[in-house]
């Protein structure tokens, strides 16, 4: 499975970016997708997910409101789209797909990982 994240760019703060996530390979494999962001310097840290069917999704209650995490599995996509953007949103987005289907909040429960793409808000 390869997972290709991109749309990450320079936004001023308060407006917004889409992310794309492209899928290819044994997709078969994945379930649950998330969003997962590392600033310089700090942990990578959960920032959404969704479940294979796209009911069920989850956020970091710092994007609550602000991000939606979305999916088209004819596609192969995952997407965020990020609103209000603030300065401490900058970072390098990863997205990550699971073999399962729980909705996960931890690196260590993905098994795929894209390459990140870089956001970064100016104020």
């Known amino acids: 499975v390869q997972l290709q994240a991109s749309g990450g760019g320079l936004v001023q703060a308060g407006g917004s970016l889409r992310l794309s996530c492209a899928a290819s390979?044994?997709?078969?494999?994945?379930?649950?997708m998330g969003w997962f962001r590392q600033a310089p310097g700090k942990e990578r840290e959960f920032v959404a997910s969704?479940?294979?069917?796209?009911?069920?999704?989850s956020y970091a209650d710092s994007v609550k409101g602000r991000f939606t995490i979305s999916r088209e599995n004819a596609k192969n996509m995952v997407y965020l789209q990020m609103t209000s953007l603030k300065p401490e949103d900058a970072a390098v987005y990863y997205c990550?797909?699971?073999?399962?289907?729980?909705?996960?909040?931890?690196?260590?429960?993905?098994?795929?990982w894209g390459q990140g793409t870089l956001v970064t808000v100016s104020s």
């Open positions: 990550a797909g699971a073999t399962g289907d729980t909705i996960l909040g931890t690196p260590t429960e993905y098994a795929y």
């Open positions: 390979g044994r997709t078969f494999n994945i379930y649950a």
């Open positions: 969704i479940s294979w069917s796209g009911r069920f999704t």
